[in-house]
């Protein structure tokens, strides 16, 4: 059993920076893809990035190109999301996830809590 929970979410203005945490317990970190969705009010929960097990591959949604990084430090068991020139339409709950198989598959196994980010303009 994985258990995921978010932090860093918050209230951030267009053009603006936030850096998502996702601490995991459990001993499937090292080994697991971990990968990042969010769901803005009235819309399906969408992917937004995800990394292998080594922080060698990495996989972005279009969206969120060139503008968010996606990182992950298994010694403290814990996966980043950095997030740059922030936009209004970023504004969403973001939830962590982990799974055995990379994009497009990507099955999640586990979710966290989510937390929630918004971005004025």
């Known amino acids: 059993q994985v258990q995921l929970v978010e932090s860093g979410g918050g209230l951030e203005q267009a053009g603006g920076s936030l850096r998502l945490s996702c601490a995991a317990s459990?001993?499937?970190?090292?080994?697991?893809?971990m990968g990042w969705f969010r769901q803005a009010p009235g819309k399906e929960r969408e992917f937004v990035a995800a990394i292998g097990w080594s922080g060698a591959s990495t996989y972005y949604a279009d969206s969120v190109k060139g503008r968010f990084t996606i990182s992950r430090d298994n010694a403290k068991n814990t996966v980043y999301l950095q997030m740059n020139s922030l936009k209004p339409e970023d504004t969403a709950v973001y939830y962590c996830?982990?799974?055995?198989?990379?994009?497009?598959?990507?099955?999640?196994?586990?979710w966290g809590q989510g937390t929630q980010v918004t971005v004025s303009s």
């Open positions: 996830a982990s799974a055995i198989r990379p994009p497009p598959r990507f099955d999640v196994r586990y």
């Open positions: 459990g001993r499937t970190f090292s080994s697991d893809y």
